[in-house]
């Protein structure tokens, strides 16, 4: 009985198998013979069915017009777009759009064959001819729709969305999800009461009042964000509200990535990192950015960590001479210098000559060379390791990459006159609890007593909280927990972060080190501390997904506490002191803090060289914390 059941099944679904497996090309070239065929047919129908016989002989006298039938009708088919479209998705309109075009086929080759055919044909002909044309290839389209989305075909039900924004490219995203085979669009939302009631593509634009009601009735489990040219203020209150019914939310690209090309209407994604922090950028001022930068030799280091590797792409915006990077790890520098040279090919004729050198700062020799070969006037020092607990586990390395390679970069930057040199720092330097923080405060209080005793170098600092999508941030992480279906780690309930995006980050960067006199230390305006927990809350819920707790054991995502790791604070700061003043940047704050001679530099200096060539790893966390408290 169950053998009965499968060659039942497999019977039955025979048809779908063989037209699902067929490649798309295939069968493309297969609707053309059928329609071809049912071209001829349909001729000879209505000659047939008017003379009522087999073989008529207005036909016989004019079989020229068989291959005039079909060379007319094919033509109109496929620029109709009977041979690109989704069958088994297709509407009604398609069917009705069938039958304009058969209509019009018809009544072009029966003007052609009255002007051109001695013997005058019927015109009940070509009324005939036109029914059955139509009924043939709409009903081969028909069938195979209804083969394809039989409920036993085992065809993909299909997600039913919404759209949220009603302008232009509402008809783009509907015309590209028609080809879709994931999702359905149900349903129109925008807050413009102009457009409710109007209808695109078939689909009526709802008020968002009505967002609760039609998400349950038409059981909506994603709203896709269309209205790329909103300002960044209206999509933060969008999502806020969407974001309170833990529905789906996704986003189509913006309009300058439509426009350069590198983004389809069909590129679907998660919303943007602004968007989920609800960061509004200032524009940057572009006479900082290029002060530094626009026809200079300049010089990135660790060019292909996260924050060097987009340091490296603002800066060749802005036209520099050369722009040499330097990196340690082989893989990485191939990559951006890869992606560096296809972005420099769109500069026009400002191109930049791109430099790739495989090195560590820790070598004074090599980085001297480096910096005198191509003439160096902008160094931007991004070269360190970032990652609270690996230094921890390692307070050696992290002395020799974030201190000595430090100290050895700007030596050689002296050595070589280079004119400006920006450490890139961080919020976990002030008052330190981690070996991480310990060593880039250092590195901070090297440059300041170097700035001291050279006045020829322009050495600053800028010094910024976490960055997302950066190596070391943690929401790439949530993400991927949550696509895992979780839990999602959170370490303290209470714990929170600074957070702003690394475009926005480098131009700042870039933008305070044109600002600097010699010595200065800036500080980005983080904004306000965002708390993680909220944060996690937030993204799950805009995955549409549910929090698993006591109050709900049957939520989809788990969020689990796990402890504040050895080192790690509960809320991170920018300043040590309050002596602060501002600049012309509103998000650029310039800071006054206490600092060492080059003297005291040195003397901790050599310790900590020592310690390092012993191994003693207890003596290096002790000179480091040591030094800081100060």
């Known amino acids: 009985m169950a053998n009965n059941n499968k060659i039942i099944h497999l019977v039955r679904d025979l048809p779908n198998t ?3 497996k067929m490649p798309r090309k295939a069968k493309q070239v297969l609707l053309l013979l059928i329609d071809t065929f049912f071209i001829m047919l349909s001729v000879w129908g209505g000659f047939a069915v008017v003379e009522f ?14 291959p005039l039938a079909v ?5 109109l088919f496929a620029r109709a777009g009977f041979y690109h479209a989704v069958i088994h998705q297709a509407s009604d309109r398609f069917f009705i759009t069938l039958i304009n075009t058969s209509v019009l086929s018809v009544i072009i080759l029966a003007v052609i064959v009255e002007i051109i055919n001695p013997v005058h044909v019927p015109g009940m002909v070509w009324v005939v001819h036109g029914w059955i044309l139509w009924v043939l290839v709409g009903g081969v389209r028909f069938a195979i729709r209804f083969i394809l989305n ?37 349903a129109i939302f925008d807050d413009k009461s102009e457009l409710h009631g109007v209808k695109i593509r078939e689909l009526k634009v709802h008020s968002s009042t009505e967002m609760i009601y039609l998400i349950k009735k038409l059981n909506i489990k994603r709203v896709l964000l269309s209205f790329p040219s909103a300002s960044r203020y209206r ?32 590129d679907i994604r998660e919303i943007s990192d602004e968007d989920l922090l609800g960061r509004i950028p200032v524009p940057p001022d572009q006479t900082l950015l290029r002060d530094s930068i626009s026809d200079k030799a300049v010089l ?68 001297f060379s480096v910096l005198e070969k191509y ?29 000595y390679g430090t100290y050895q970069m700007a030596k050689a930057a002296i050595a070589s006159n280079v004119t400006r040199f920006v450490l890139i720092s961080t919020d976990k330097a002030v008052r330190p609890t981690n070996i991480m923080g310990a060593t880039k405060r250092h590195a901070e209080l090297i440059l300041q007593a170097l700035a001291e005793e050279n006045n020829n170098i322009c050495f600053s600092m800028v010094r910024f909280g976490n960055v997302v999508a950066s190596s070391g941030s943690v929401i790439p992480l949530f993400r991927q927990q949550i696509k895992n279906g979780g839990p999602v780690t959170v370490t303290h309930p209470e714990v929170n972060r600074f957070f702003m995006t690394i475009p926005e980050a480098s131009q700042l960067v870039i933008q305070a080190s044109a600002m600097a006199h010699g010595g200065d230390v800036f500080v980005l305006d983080m904004g306000q501390p965002i708390k993680i927990l909220n944060l996690v809350k937030r993204m799950i819920q805009l995955s549409g997904l549910t929090i698993r707790s006591d109050d709900n054991p049957d939520g989809d995502i788990l969020i689990k506490i796990t402890g504040l790791k050895p080192g790690e604070k509960l809320h991170e700061e920018l300043l040590i002191g309050d002596n602060t003043t501002p600049t012309d940047h509103p998000m650029i704050i310039r800071v006054q803090e206490e600092s060492l001679s080059m003297a005291e530099i040195n003397s901790t200096f050599k310790e900590l060289e020592l310690a390092s060539k012993n191994l003693d790893e207890a003596k290096v966390r002790e000179i480091l914390m040591q030094v800081v408290e100060k």
């Open 18 to 20: 063989v037209i699902n």
């Open 53 to 66: 016989v087999g073989k008529p002989s207005h036909l016989t006298e004019s079989i020229w017009t068989l």
């Open 71 to 75: 060379s007319l009708s094919l033509p």
């Open 150 to 186: 039989s409920p036993n075909s085992g065809a993909k039900e299909r997600e039913p969305v919404a759209i949220y924004g009603a302008g232009a490219s509402c008809n783009q995203i509907l015309r590209a999800l028609e080809q879709s085979d994931d999702l359905k669009p149900v």
């Open 235 to 266: 999509r933060h209150q969008i999502i806020r509200f969407l974001e309170s019914m833990s529905i789906h939310v996704q986003d189509i690209p913006n309009l300058n990535e439509l426009a350069d090309g590198s983004k389809t209407i069909v």
């Open 300 to 367: 990135v280091t660790g060019a292909g960590g996260s924050i060097g590797s987009e340091l490296c792409r603002q800066i060749i915006q802005h036209a520099p001479k050369n722009l040499v990077l330097v990196e340690r790890t082989e893989f990485t520098l191939y990559s951006i210098a890869k992606e560096l040279e296809e972005l420099n090919q769109k500069q026009g004729n400002n191109k930049t000559e791109i430099i790739s050198v495989l090195g560590s700062v820790r070598s004074y020799k090599r980085m």
């Open 375 to 403: 003439n160096i006037q902008t160094v931007y020092h991004a070269a360190a390791y970032k990652h609270v607990n690996i230094i921890e586990q390692n307070p050696i390395e992290g002395f020799q990459n974030n201190i």
